[in-house]
Nanobody, 133 residues
Framework: VELVESGGGSAQAGGSRRLSCAIS????????LAWFRQAAGKERESVAS???????VYAESVKDRFTISTDKGRNTLYLQMDSLTPADTAIYYC????????????????????????????WGQGTQVTVSS
């Protein structure tokens, strides 16, 4: 699978920015998807994730300001970022990991094993977001 982020750039504090991640796969695979970010001199951190059932999880620092979503075919991952602050300045990465099929008790595609971790297998190249005060 290939992941290509776009939409990075500059923003004023209080402004908004929308990131996109184009997802290209040669197989019909259900992916667990996520956004991470890494600020200069800091470790990479989770921003938000969305599982195969479209349930989303957010880092406390972005909750109620950022929204993760996908298009209908899950070919594009989005991150809508509102009320930006300089602390949101970072390189933003999208990530994907194959969902796991669980037959019992109810058949479903699960992201339980990856949600909340950094262990996503596929990563994009990153896009820079810079927020000025």
């Amino acid at each position: 699978v290939e992941l290509v982020e776009s939409g990075g750039g500059s923003a004023q504090a209080g402004g908004s920015r929308r990131l996109s991640c184009a997802i290209s796969s040669s197989t019909y695979t259900t992916y667990c998807l996520a956004w991470f970010r890494q600020a200069a001199g800091k470790e990479r951190e989770s921003v938000a994730s969305i599982d195969a059932g479209d349930d989303a999880v957010y880092a406390e620092s972005v909750k109620d300001r950022f929204t993760i979503s996908t298009d209908k075919g899950r070919n594009t991952l989005y991150l809508q970022m509102d009320s930006l602050t300089p602390a949101d300045t970072a390189i933003y990465y999208c990530a994907a990991h194959e969902a796991l099929y669980l037959p019992d008790p109810n058949p479903r595609m699960s992201c339980d094993m990856i949600t909340g971790t950094m262990n996503y297998y596929h990563w994009g190249q990153g896009t820079q977001v810079t927020v000025s005060s």
